[in-house]
T-cell receptor, first 114, second 111 residues
């Protein structure tokens, strides 16, 4: 089945220790998104890739970086995680970055920062 | 600043009855709206959408209503089934822009 896969599902890191979350897709979609969702809050878009073009949201902290080495994979790097970065991180894909195209979400990675 | 609001964190409905989930938005430029459904330990999945040129869209047991003047949309599920128990997210976008999500409403359908 075509899908969006996120690994790991649960990630524990220490304060200030870099961590990488990964996302892969078999849908061959050209757009990939990373969202941060904190408890009882709405998913918040961090950035997205339209093919190789990177689009950062204005309020995304510099601590968050992303890489997309190919169509199938996208990584979220948190350079120095703080306690406030503990959240669920959702990866999503869509065929094109315009309205009217639904996004397909992965199951998320829950990040804990100790 | 939350541009999409779901003011009811939770809702309980008896099986067979209608479930009505509400969503309000503040940005008058939003012209496309979606509802997502999320089960525990899974990512959100697309449920139904509506563009601003319509005021109603129906798909089986699910109907979304849009009231542009009130900046309000609602999702009706009828009849509600226990398998509908999940968190429902409303999302909205303007042309060429990202989707903004609400905080979600947890629906419990009681058998």
């Amino acid at each position: 089945d075509a899908m969006v896969i996120q690994n790991p599902r649960y990630q524990v890191t220490q304060f200030g220790k870099p961590v990488t979350l990964s996302c892969s897709q078999t849908l061959n979609h050209n757009v990939m998104y990373w969202y941060q969702q904190k408890s009882s809050q709405a998913p918040k878009l961090l950035f997205h890739y339209y093919d190789k073009d990177f689009n950062n949201e204005a309020d995304t902290p510099d601590n968050f970086q992303s890489r997309r080495p190919n169509t199938s994979f996208c990584f979220l790097d948190i350079r120095s995680p703080g306690l406030g970065d503990a959240a669920m991180y959702l990866c999503a894909t869509s065929r094109v970055a315009v309205r009217g195209n639904e996004q397909f979400f992965g199951p998320g990675t829950r990040l804990t920062v100790l | 600043d939350q541009q999409v609001k779901q003011n009811s964190p939770s809702l309980s409905v008896q099986e067979g009855r209608i479930s009505i989930l509400n969503c309000d938005y503040t940005n008058s430029m939003f012209d496309y709206f979606l509802w997502y459904k999320k089960y525990p330990a899974e990512g959100p999945t697309f449920l139904i959408s509506i563009s601003s040129i319509k005021d109603k869209n129906e798909d089986g047991r699910f109907t979304v209503f849009l009231n542009k003047s009130a900046k309000h949309l609602s999702l009706h599920i009828v009849p509600s089934q226990p398998g509908d128990s999940a968190v429902y997210f409303c999302a909205a976008s303007a042309v060429g822009n990202q989707f903004y999500f609400g905080t979600g409403t947890s629906l419990t359908v009681i058998p």
